[in-house]
């Protein structure tokens, strides 16, 4: 079955330093994979797809078929970084999308 | 700007009453989704449709249904609520792609009594 895990319920880092939020997935096809974020009081947006292969606000990941994993970094956090971050798994039959567990990012000053 | 609309930020309810989550899109989305979002389960997928009067159940169906009469129009229903069923819901919506992206609305939370 398919499903997306996220190890880890909390990262807590300082201003500055580099960030890694995890992300493994179970598909047996092409997946396509995102992040989610999460602000404080503000709706879950997306904050970046797999095949855009584009940085937003200094995050990227990386796809790793072989690891089937899809881990978020940025080399040097923000407080402003602090939010939950959700890996989603995007497949067949309409465009069905799941999610995995979240991390919460807390990034001190 | 475009929008996703869910009718009820708060709702309290007894266990055993009947509850209706309305939400709306504007965008002629095919695609409509009710996820239930709690601590450290993450978001879990209730129910999905892809038409009009189709669906499609998703990790947690049981104890919910829905209805989708109308294309911009999702709604999710709770038979007789329950205590288990305190939580926050939320609506989704997107186009065909497969890598098109996932608007949500701000959430509906419910707390049964």
């Known amino acids: 079955a398919q499903r997306v895990t996220q190890p880890e319920k909390l990262l807590s880092v300082f201003k500055g330093a580099p960030v890694e939020l995890k992300c493994n997935y179970s598909y047996s096809g092409s997946p396509e994979l995102f992040w989610y974020v999460q602000y404080s009081r503000q709706r879950l947006q997306l904050l970046l797809r797999h095949i855009s292969r584009e940085s937003i606000k200094g995050f990227t990941a990386d796809l790793n078929k072989g690891e089937t994993s899809f881990h978020l970094k940025k080399p040097f956090a923000q407080e402003e970084d602090s939010a939950m971050y959700y890996c989603?798994?995007?497949?067949?039959?309409?465009?069905?999308?799941?999610f995995g567990q979240g991390t919460e990012l807390s990034v001190k000053p | 700007d475009v929008k996703v609309t869910q009718s009820s930020r708060y709702l309290v309810k007894r266990t055993g009453e009947k509850v209706f989550l309305e939400c709306v899109q504007d965008?002629?989305?095919?695609?409509m989704f009710w996820y239930r979002q709690d601590p450290g389960l993450g978001l879990r997928l209730i129910y999905f449709s892809y038409d009009v009067k189709m669906k499609e159940k998703g990790d947690i169906p049981e104890g919910y249904s829905v209805s989708r009469e109308k294309k911009e129009r999702f709604s999710l229903i709770l038979e007789s609520a329950s205590t288990n069923q305190t939580s926050m819901y939320l609506c989704a919506s997107r186009g065909t792609s497969l890598t098109g992206e996932l608007f949500f609305g701000e959430g509906s939370r419910l707390t049964v009594l």
């Open positions: 965008m002629d989305h095919e695609n």
């Open positions: 989603a798994l995007s497949y067949n039959q309409g465009g069905k999308l799941i």
